[in-house]
């Protein structure tokens, strides 16, 4: 039988081989992924990390922002419709009060229907995008173009923080200060960016075996699978966990760690309507128009 530092020693080689995160990937995998390094676009995205907040008091020139939004907005999207919109914020407090972090620049991400709906009524027409499916699609765009956003200042050697903290505390805050509309419009997503203060010591890793990729159909992990991705949170030179400490903090596995800390609150089924269903509501894309 395999054992966990035989594994570890196996991803170490790998790694080394072909710079592939791939759990038990193969040598053909590896030199596909040298091979490909060499190519700018995948080293761009091979490249991509999260700073923290951690960003100097130095400006993004005017036309590398526009760069960056020209770039964001190439992304793909249902219908071309471009069912977002994009709040660039430069006030530092500002961005504080938003999100929790400051950079040079913010890009608030929305899903947003306004722009069309308003075009409908002054052509005349009517047009409700009031259901789910149009909040899950709108989404999926918005998160193509904060994404493009992301990787087009990666290659202009500007750094990013995507972050969720518009949906943490009193959410109406968000649309308080930068004024957005009540109904149609919900922001999805912020992107802070800037330059870091220093380096991180390492970028983060990520999973792309059994469980995360699926070959022809939907594959469920094996109880030898599950071990072997246990094992690679637990793998601490692969940086896959949130908190380094976990074990010095008494935990077997990173994954009790997670689960009985950063997801405790997930413990047992939501008791409550959350403020983000109230204000998905209000948006008017849960509930059905009452005629």
Known sequence: MTTARNRRDLLKTS?????????????????????????????????????????????????????????????????????????VVRDREKMRQVCNYRGSCMLLYCVDFTRIKTSAEALGHSYWPDSIVHLVTAGINTAFAAQTAVIAAQSLGVDCLTTNGIHRGDMERVWTLLDLPKSSCFPLIAVVMGYPTKEPDHKKGRLCGPGVI?????????????????????????HLALNAAWSNQGHKHYLDWLFKVWLKR?????????QMLGLLKRSGFIDLQKT
Request: aromatic share 4%.
């Open 15 to 87: 790694a080394l081989a072909g710079g592939s995160l791939l759990l038990g990937s193969t040598r053909r995998e590896a030199r596909a992924g040298q091979k490909t390094a060499a190519n700018p676009t995948l080293k761009t995205i091979t490249n991509l990390r999260t700073i923290h907040g951690n960003f100097t008091d130095r400006e993004i020139p005017d036309e590398t922002v526009e760069t960056i939004l020209q770039a964001s907005v190439r992304a793909a999207n249902s219908s071309n419709m471009q069912t977002y919109s994009i709040v």
């Open 214 to 238: 699926h070959r022809e159909k939907y594959h469920q992990l094996t109880d030898k699978e599950m071990k072997q991705v246990v094992a690679a949170y637990d793998d601490k030179a692969r």
């Open 266 to 274: 997930d413990a047992a089924p939501t008791p409550a309507e959350t």
